[in-house]
């Protein structure tokens, strides 16, 4: 319909549909703090009342925001710094230091990190001062000097914070959360995990000296607001250059939240995961669909794309298996059936290999043993089996246990939709009795 | 310096006068003099080298006063090139206010303190100088001169050396009183300017001419008639003068004498490595010697002073001779010795005072000895180190322009000092000098920074004698003394505005509360402990433990504030305290390192400073008062071989160490659980044990917090108090929920009408912050992560055990999918399910490597998950 009409306008077309594909692409990876907060108003008032009061009074807090992945922790916590630093008095009185836990894996390298955030780097890094015990207590004594009233506030935020839990001692930690229950310089320390147990990690009396509050985001959002949610994340902005385009994208937009099988779709993707990221990525394969003469995203986009996320990665190595893999995957599957999960080893699979081929007359499928065991270490290769641990290594190859990585159902489901299946073979694996 | 262009406003501008003095090896320029010009040129004023001169700070009100010592032209410099190096005085505003009490006296409004720190940096941006001005000395019974107390006059009585008062040296005041009294006679000597040698008339000041000669001849290995002019008349000189006091002749006799002695070749040698510092020697003498020779023959002269005792026995015999003639100065003339030595040291302060006993001789010696061995450390430090150390400051410099940045300067250099490497001590009497640096107190150059003199730059090198063993350091002496700081704030922090921000201030932990309420017995045990320590001048251990919360480090602070305060009162004795913190420590042995920086500003690696410290707690007398040391978190200085435990329990034992070491953990039983027994018997049972605070404390401590005010109603205080007593007795909590209560009730009411906090506001932050999550978190899951929970547990009934593999638990959610008629998960979805509430902690998982064969168990009870699944 709109496609068609489109048509006769293609060129305007093309111009519209790589700024309307760079916007989304955009938000959708960026993760660029949108206008709206969705579900944690009360969490983003509390933090930034937090922040202020440490940037503009000087004091010292502490917290923690815990959430699962795709939550929204660090699009929180960056909405509130964005805001906090529009804030006349504040911009220039804070000093912030971002650390990661998964780039600062010890207090060596973290130390060094705040030293460059905090603009002393030039003073370390350089022989004469340079130990780990020098910049600890460099730091320290910087932070040291400074009070509640005079000393430019400084807001730490440690991303994955439960990988600092980890160091030895948790001597940054301590010293972080020791800063900020003491008359030094006014710090707030914000911790970003997804560990619901985050304070179990936490050494006695460094749990002591945190503060204890704890802010949870826990996608508490119902369907409604998800599906409002899809609307805002889809629609273009009122800046758009073509007005016109930009009406007629958002209409579409909204008659596909209206479109029953559009909302099955996300009903499905919502209740796999809560997760906005989850979101994201589908709408960003649906949105890699668009083209000039296919301008607009249409629920075939959309239900393909869940199609995708939701697909079963094994089950798609199976389709590209020759037939003797297909065949000793459908053996070991047998083996499995019979033995209970025991592991089985290369010898057992080629016996029952053999069984059915004897039990077919014709010998399309007798191939040489060493060839049986090539295609056996292709399917290691792939992981589809893997050796059972504990086994000894200078085992004869064609006696090592193995375990097979695929559930019943994903051999079944895979046989199904592999092209040029056999048909003995499919009836073989159907029954291994078959023959019968 | 890049702040240099900040303070421009109103420079005068800066020029040399007269030539230049090109040192051929040390590569700068001296000169004698400078002129100022003020802005708009209408006045110029010249200051001499000598003079003594006022020096830009911190405070306008009151510069620095200071004589010049030197003036020179340093290419180094990036950006002030004129130098300047000065010797120090210091005014009794500027001494640090814990030692002001020291002098014992009221001073007077103009006097000032000669400042015999070698550590002071004394190299100054010679732009900073900002005036001459006029100092008098007097003796220390003198009653300062009303009619001179004008502005731009100043009095020395008494040098400062950071540790106490002294009268100034009979040489030292000698020759200050010289200066101003000499100045006439210098000036109308240099009308004269007589190139006699050998003039009979020499009367004064013999010392040091006769010294200078030495130098010149034997460096030249032959005799050149020179008239010199011995700094100390110059530096009355009026500008433009190039004066020749009358008593600077030289004795030729002397000068051969000299030459014969048969160390003169090792003089030569010494000559060679002559320090720029040298430089710092009277200029005086270039007038008729070649001028680039002047410096290096000025070191060398030194040199021979130094060393050669022996050596110049002969010369030193003629000038005994010539003593009669020595008018001015009351020297006793039986010492051979002294002319050189005295002269030595003067070459600083150039001293027309001999030394009147042979047993000065070995007094000389000691305050050099002790210039040596603070300032070598910084003299000898590599090049490489110079630079880095030179980058450093300039970055530091760059960082924070501001306005004060004087300030900042000082403290850069303060901790440009901070870490230097650890003084390798090179000189041939180390035995002695390390004894001297050992006992220096730490406090000099922390101080000394506080003061923050020279503004610019720099470097304060030992405003001493630079010392006799030339170093081959090119360039002056590295800056000390400097803290790193966080950038202060533009805008002022802004105070409480109403009841709840006020409360919530005094509510936070780090508010120190003017007592600690319900830990009196606790403050009197161990106040008793360290006071009758101190009082008996023995060391001793105590152990104290707690759990965390309980207010032991704050007890143990609080006793230190008051003994401190007691120690001022003079009811116990002075002591020094040191706190080391385990959890500040990267590693035991540091503990070490700090302790000995702490004790001395020393820094050293683990294991010297470790040899050192032992050394200082176990040689008699090497402390002159008890050290208290107060080691938290005792447990992470636990090691293998406990070494390090081992050593901080056993100094105390040692009657000569006088040290009271405190050492408070978390564990009662930490000496029995964890220690050796030869460790926990030196650790001795002096226990003392912090209980949980009960809910009447805590009560207590919150009302005591909130005396003033009305922000909480009782029963909220009551509850909290409760609560956490319950729970862990920790007082941090306690003050932490009652802050965020205090939020709760300022968010939840309308603004303008913040009253007291309630008992539901205090649920609520107690709610907040105790209760845990996975139940809110099970809930907010999505429909396939409950079911994932689901099959869990089905699948945990069904085996009976409390772990599964990801494949069982499957087919139990493939199952329950298709009981319940929902599109069953493909296996990548579920083990995305699976890895996601792993990673939440919901449930224990192995690494997904495993992938259908990883390991599943639940982190919570199975009945908090069937309680959170059951309620939709």
């Not at chain 2, 020179?226 to 002397?254: D, F, M, Y």
């Not at chain 2, 070995?362 to 040596?372: G, I, K, L, S, Y």
């Not at chain 2, 945990?796 to 599109?823: I, K, W």
Request: charged share 25%.
């Amino acid at each position: 319909m709109s496609s068609r009409k489109s048509k006769s306008n293609n060129l305007i077309h093309t111009e519209y549909l790589s700024q309307v594909q760079r916007i989304l692409r955009e938000r959708f990876c960026n993760q660029t703090s949108h206008t709206n907060l969705f579900g944690i108003q009360v969490q983003y008032k509390h933090l930034i009342e937090l922040l202020k009061r440490t940037a503009i009074h000087g004091e010292s807090n502490s917290v923690l925001i815990i959430g699962p992945r795709g939550s929204g922790k660090s699009m929180l916590i960056n909405h509130a710094l964005k805001e906090l630093m529009e804030v006349e008095d504040v911009s220039e009185n804070v000093l912030q230091v971002h650390l990661n836990g998964l780039l600062q894996i010890n207090d060596k390298i973290a130390l060094k990190e705040i030293t460059r955030q905090l603009n002393l780097e030039n003073v370390i890094g350089d022989k004469v001062f340079g130990s780990f015990a020098e910049n600890l207590s460099f730091i320290l004594e910087a932070l040291k000097k400074g009070d509640r009233t005079n000393s430019c506030p400084v807001i730490f935020i440690l991303d994955e914070f439960d990988l600092f839990a980890h160091h030895r001692n948790q001597t940054l930690l301590y010293n972080l959360f020791d800063i900020s229950q003491s008359a030094q310089t006014p710090i707030a320390v914000i911790g970003l995990t997804c560990r619901l147990d985050i304070l179990e990690l936490l050494e006695k009396r460094v749990k002591s000296r945190f503060s204890h509050r704890q802010m949870h985001l826990m996608n508490s959002f119902g369907f409604p607001q998800y599906l409002k949610i899809f609307k805002e994340q889809l629609s273009l902005p009122t800046e758009f250059p073509d007005k016109l385009f930009a009406e007629k994208w958002n209409e579409n937009v909204q008659c596909l939240s209206e479109d029953t099988s559009v909302q099955e779709v996300l009903q499905k993707h919502f209740n796999v995961s809560k997760s906005l990221r989850s979101l994201h990525m589908l709408l960003m394969l649906a949105l890699s669909r668009v083209t000039t003469s296919h301008p607009f995203i249409t629920a075939a986009d959309l239900m393909e794309a869940n199609q995708l996320c939701s697909m079963d990665s094994k089950a798609n190595i199976v389709h590209g298996l020759s037939v003797l893999e297909i065949c000793l995957i459908i053996a070991m599957k047998h083996l499995n059936d019979i033995y209970e999960e025991e592991p089985f080893n290369f010898q057992m699979v080629y016996n029952e290999f053999q069984k059915f081929v004897q039990r077919k007359a014709h010998s399309v499928y007798n191939f040489e043993k060493p060839v049986v065991m090539k295609a056996f270490e292709h399917l290691q290769q792939l992981e589809l089996i893997r050796p059972v641990e504990r086994t000894s290594v200078n085992a004869q190859r064609e006696y090592q246990l193995m375990k097979l990585l695929l559930d019943n159902t994903q051999i079944m489901n895979a046989l199904q939709k592999y092209p040029n299946c056999p048909t003995d073979v499919r009836q073989w694996a159907t029954s291994s009795l078959s023959w019968l | 310096m890049a702040h240099c262009t900040t303070r421009l406003r109103s420079r005068p501008t800066y020029s040399w006068v007269g030539s230049p003095l090109l040192d051929q090896k040390l590569l700068y320029q001296t000169y004698k003099e400078m002129s100022v010009t003020s802005k708009g040129g209408s006045t110029e004023t010249r200051i001499h080298v000598g003079q003594f001169v006022l020096v830009e700070g911190n405070d306008d009100e009151n510069p620095y006063v200071a004589k010049l010592i030197e003036l020179f032209e340093d290419d180094s410099e990036p950006y002030c090139k004129k130098r300047a190096r000065v010797q120090w005085f210091i005014r009794f505003c500027e001494i640090s206010v814990s030692k002001q009490h020291l002098l014992g006296r009221k001073p007077d409004e103009q006097e000032i303190f000669w400042y015999d720190c070698p550590a002071c940096n004394s190299n100054i941006d010679a732009e900073t100088i900002s005036g001459p001005v006029q100092v008098i000395a007097l003796a220390p019974h003198e009653v300062l001169p009303t009619e001179l107390k004008n502005e731009k006059t100043f009095f020395v009585k008494l040098s400062w050396n950071e540790k106490n008062f002294k009268p100034l040296s009979p040489e030292l005041f000698a020759e200050l009183d010289k200066l101003q009294e000499g100045s006439p006679r210098c000036r109308e000597s240099m009308e004269t300017k007589n190139r006699s040698i050998n003039s009979p008339s020499r009367t004064t000041a013999k010392r040091s001419v006769e010294r200078i000669e030495l130098r010149h001849s034997t460096s030249k290995s032959h005799q050149i008639p020179t008239h010199l002019v011995t700094p100390r008349a110059r530096k009355r000189l009026e500008l433009g003068s190039l004066p020749v006091t009358p008593n600077t002749g030289i004795s030729q006799e002397t000068s051969q004498v000299s030459l014969d002695s048969p160390r003169r070749s090792k003089r030569k040698v010494a000559s060679e490595i002559t320090s720029p510092s040298k430089k710092s020697q009277p200029d005086g003498l270039q007038t008729s010697s070649p001028a680039p020779k002047a410096p290096e023959e000025t070191g060398e002269m030194r040199r021979s002073c130094a060393e050669q005792d022996e050596a110049s026995r002969e010369s030193r015999m003629v000038l005994r001779a010539r003593v009669p003639a020595l008018k001015t100065t009351e020297i006793s003339q039986e010492i051979t010795l002294d002319p050189i030595r005295g002269g030595k040291r003067s070459s600083v302060v150039p001293s027309v005072v001999l030394k009147p006993e042979v047993i000065r001789k070995r007094e000389a010696q000691t305050p050099e000895a002790q210039d040596e061995a603070v300032s070598t450390p910084h003299r000898i430090r590599r090049k490489t180190s110079l630079l880095t150390l030179k980058r450093i400051r300039q970055q530091l410099r760059f960082l924070d322009n501001r306005k004060n940045d004087q300030e900042e300067e000082g403290k850069s250099d303060k901790e440009e000092e901070e870490f230097l490497p650890a003084a390798e001590i090179t000189d041939s009497d180390s035995e002695e000098e390390e004894e001297e640096e050992a006992s220096t107190p730490p406090l000099p150059r922390r101080m000394r920074s506080c003061v923050s003199r020279s503004p610019h730059s720099a470097t304060k090198s030992s405003s001493h004698t630079p010392s006799k063993t030339p170093k081959k350091t090119p360039k002056p002496r590295t800056p000390h003394s400097a803290t790193p700081q966080i950038r202060s704030r533009n805008l002022a922090a802004r105070g409480p505005a109403s009841v709840l921000e006020e409360a919530r201030l005094s509510l936070h932990v780090s508010a120190v509360p003017d007592s600690l309420p319900c830990r009196e017995k606790e403050f009197q045990d161990i106040y008793n402990f360290v006071e009758s320590k101190l009082l008996d001048r023995t060391g001793g251990c105590m152990y104290i433990s707690g759990v965390p919360g309980t207010g032991k480090t704050a007890t143990v602070h609080e006793v230190m504030h008051c003994l401190r305060q007691a120690a001022h009162a003079n009811d116990v004795p002075p002591f020094q305290y040191i706190e080391v913190n385990g959890m500040k420590l990267t590693e035991p042995h540091q503990v070490y390192v700090q302790i000995l920086q702490k004790m001395t500003g020393q820094k050293a690696t683990a294991n010297h400073a470790a040899e050192l410290l032992a050394k200082r707690f176990r040689t008699p007398g090497s402390s002159q008062e008890t050290t208290v040391l107060l080691v938290d978190e005792l447990d992470l200085l636990w090691t293998q071989k406990q070494d390090v435990m081992y050593n901080l329990f056993d100094w105390p034992t040692h009657k000569e160490a006088r040290l009271v070491v405190l050492a408070i953990a978390n564990t009662m039983d930490l000496p029995e659980r964890i220690m050796m027994n030869r460790v926990a018997s030196r650790l001795g049972f002096t226990r003392m044990s912090f209980q949980p605070y009960t809910y009447r404390q805590l009560q207590q401590i919150l009302m005591s917090r909130l005396k003033h005010l009305k922000a909480f109603e009782d029963d909220a205080i009551q509850l909290v108090a409760r609560k956490v007593a319950a729970l862990s007795g920790d007082a941090r909590r306690c003050l932490d929920v009652c802050r965020r209560a205090t939020e709760i009730c300022e968010s939840s009411r309308e603004p303008g009408s913040p009253g007291p906090v309630t008992v539901a506001h205090l649920l609520k932050a107690v709610d907040e912050m105790f209760s845990s999550a996975y139940i809110t978190a099970i809930k907010n899951s999505s429909v396939m992560e409950q079911n994932f929970l689901r099959a869990i547990l089905a699948e945990f009934r069904r085996s009976g055990l409390e772990e599964a593999t990801f494949q069982q638990v499957y087919r139990q959610h493939v199952e329950l999918c298709r009981m319940e008629g929902l599109p069953y998960p493909t296996m990548s979805e579920a083990m995305a399910v699976c890895s996601r509430l792993g990673a939440c902690r919901l449930l224990l998982v192995e690494p997904s490597r495993h992938d259908l064969l990883l390991r599943v168990r639940l982190n919570i009870s199975q009945g908090d998950v069937l309680f959170a699944l059951k309620e939709e």
